[in-house]
């Protein structure tokens, strides 16, 4: 595959994310941060994400397995999630961080559930598109 095809391909896989709702403008932010003394900079970034968010899911599985969940703490993780999620710009992702909220301020386990299966189907996802990007973006 040529270079030139190859840049056109990595913006028409970068504009469907935007499309699709998976990432907003502050990817673009993070991209534009990159340059020839750290060309990986927006990967690396992502990596960290990932990585940290894998924590984050990890403790708020913990905390709704309790038969009385804390929903103090499971807001306090979120709001954590929420903050990460938008550095990056993970835009579905920060939307159900917001709707757990929501329900965390309400005290509804169900809908807590709901939202949380929602959100690690929207962060699986994500991860899926943007390990595709970056590898073709290399």
């Avoid at 391909?9 to 709702?21: C, E, P, R």
């Avoid at 913990?62 to 710009?89: C, N, V, W, Y």
């Amino acid at each position: 595959m040529d270079r030139n095809q190859s840049r056109r391909q990595l913006a028409t896989m970068k504009q469907s994310l935007f499309d699709q709702g998976y990432l907003d403008e502050q990817f673009i932010q993070l991209e534009e941060l990159q340059d020839d003394a750290n060309p990986n900079f927006a990967e690396e970034i992502v990596t960290i994400y990932f990585r940290d968010s894998s924590r984050f899911i990890s403790n708020l599985e913990q905390e709704m397995q309790r038969t009385a969940p804390d929903f103090d703490k499971l807001d306090s993780i979120m709001h954590q999630f929420k903050g990460s999620s938008s550095s990056i710009g993970a835009q579905k992702v920060k939307t159900e961080c917001t709707l757990f909220r929501e329900y965390c301020a309400a005290e509804n386990a169900e809908g807590c559930m709901k939202s949380f299966q929602q959100l690690k189907k929207e962060h699986a996802v994500l991860r899926k598109k943007l390990e595709a990007y970056f590898q073709l973006a290399k």
